[in-house]
């Protein structure tokens, strides 16, 4: 097991599959490139839950712009405000309220309940979802400038944003964002597993 868990850190440091299996060879572990690249898609693919147990009760949202496969894409992330786990996250190809709410949607089908706080920038795509989602009794919404909004920094940081980059040169996107999807939701497994202290 100890081969996988190298393998994903290994990746997401930077190394492609191929040489991602090479180093696990010099450290008496034979494995392709191929197994490499199926260990990332499984954990990409089980990312939907990243923060186990109940949804926390508060969050901090924002959203980050990057370009993949020559596309400008935008990748929202909630964050537990008070341990710094990513909760949720999901690329988009445009930030406007219907992928807003699409995104605040897709949270709370994965966690089964709604936030009971639910903190932002002031951006008019929060504004007009959260509003009404505020106003229907669901949420209680903050617009917050710096304070509890910076530890998204931290995580948007120069780290994923020069990791995305690959992705516009390697990452065609004709098949929409998966490939982005499942890479971001192993780069969140591995963020929180720091974050609990486990490596």
Do not use: M
């Amino acid at each position: 097991l100890w081969e996988i868990a190298l393998g994903l850190v290994l990746y997401q440091l930077g190394l492609s599959f191929r040489k991602t299996a090479e180093v696990l060879g010099l450290l008496g572990k034979e494995v392709s490139h191929v197994a490499v690249w199926y260990w990332n898609k499984k954990v990409g693919e089980a990312g939907i839950k990243l923060h186990q147990g109940p949804l926390p009760p508060v969050i901090v949202v924002d959203e980050t712009w990057v370009k993949v496969g020559g596309k400008e894409a935008w990748i929202y992330v909630a964050l537990d405000s008070r341990t710094l786990k990513v909760v949720f996250l999901e690329p988009f190809f445009v930030r406007d309220e219907a992928n807003t709410n699409a995104f605040l949607e897709h949270l709370v089908e994965a966690y089964g309940e709604w936030p009971k706080e639910v903190i932002t920038d002031g951006g008019p795509w929060y504004r007009a979802a959260f509003s009404f989602w505020q106003v229907e009794g669901k949420i209680t919404w903050r617009v917050v400038r710096g304070g509890e909004r910076s530890v998204l920094e931290g995580f948007f940081g120069e780290f994923l944003k020069r990791r995305i980059k690959d992705f516009d040169r390697y990452f065609p996107t004709k098949k929409g964002l998966d490939s982005l999807r499942r890479w971001l939701w192993t780069f969140a497994w591995l963020h929180n597993l720091i974050v609990d202290g486990c490596f």
